[in-house]
């Protein structure tokens, strides 16, 4: 049997509606996924991990960008960030719990740049931060919902997003799928914290 005859009758087995068929077409399906598209994706965005799932709600806007600023506008203007700057900003709604980011890393970082990065090492949270940039000298950046910066004494986790080192950063929100995430949450959800389960408030 040549090798085209060979591949057509594969190919004819895996339109086959059996489990057989059906078992034999996932594993193709993750092959393909965890070893040719991520990794092709990965070389194009020039970042290790170039699609990320939001996993919190620190980066959600609970109303519209008004009521939004009206709530939290004292801590940017203490930072030098005004509502016209906010306005400005990429992603100036925030980012919610399930949202998959699309990330790149192939450009600079700048003021407002909605940034993935590592946490500290003596942190004990290994998973990586979506938060926005808000200064640059240091790198520091704040979630949107955080009341302020997380530092090592005000979270449980010792996360200091107050110095954020460059070789940390694995890049930058370039546009986000709505909720999508959520395919891969759901599994995730029994095992959280009661209070970080389900869709923000």
């Given at each position: 049997?040549?090798?085209?005859?060979?591949?057509?009758?594969?190919?004819?087995?895996?339109q086959?509606?059996n489990?057989?068929?059906?078992?034999?077409?996932?594993?193709l399906?993750?092959?393909?996924?965890?070893?040719?598209?991520f990794?092709?994706?990965?070389?194009?965005?020039?970042?290790?991990?170039?699609l990320?799932?939001?996993?919190?709600?620190?980066?959600?806007?609970?109303?519209?960008?008004?009521?939004?600023?009206?709530?939290?506008?004292?801590?940017?203007?203490?930072?030098?960030?005004?509502?016209?700057?906010f306005?400005?900003?990429?992603?100036?709604?925030?980012?919610?719990?399930?949202?998959?980011?699309?990330?790149?890393?192939?450009?600079?970082?700048?003021?407002?740049?909605?940034?993935?990065?590592?946490?500290?090492?003596?942190?004990?949270?290994?998973?990586?931060i979506?938060?926005?940039?808000?200064?640059?000298?240091?790198?520091?950046?704040?979630?949107?919902?955080?009341?302020?910066?997380?530092t090592r004494?005000?979270?449980?986790?010792?996360?200091?997003?107050?110095?954020?080192?460059?070789?940390?950063?694995?890049?930058?929100?370039?546009?986000?799928?709505?909720?999508?995430?959520?395919?891969?949450?759901?599994?995730?959800?029994?095992?959280?914290?009661?209070?970080?389960?389900?869709?923000?408030?």
């Open positions: 049997m040549s090798f085209k005859q060979s591949m057509k009758k594969f190919w004819d087995f895996l086959e509606d489990w057989k068929s059906w078992s034999i077409s996932l594993i399906l993750i092959i393909l996924i965890k070893f040719i598209f990794p092709t994706l990965s070389f194009i965005t020039s970042s290790p991990l170039p990320v799932v939001v996993e919190s709600c620190s980066m959600y806007h609970e109303s519209s960008f008004n009521e939004w600023w009206s709530g939290n506008y004292v801590w940017y203007e203490q930072n030098n960030i005004t509502k016209s700057d306005e400005s900003f990429p992603f100036k709604k925030g980012l919610n719990k399930g949202d998959i980011i699309f990330v790149w890393g192939r450009s600079s970082y700048k003021k407002a740049d909605i940034i993935i990065f590592n946490p500290n090492a003596d942190a004990s949270s290994k998973y990586p979506i938060h926005r940039l808000v200064t640059l000298n240091p790198l520091g950046t704040k979630g949107d919902h955080n009341i302020k910066q997380l004494n005000n979270n449980p986790q010792n996360i200091d997003e107050t110095k954020v080192f460059s070789e940390n950063i694995i890049g930058k929100s370039a546009f986000k799928i709505p909720l999508l995430g959520w395919i891969k949450l759901i599994f995730f959800e029994p095992f959280r914290e009661a209070e970080q389960r389900g869709f923000c408030k």
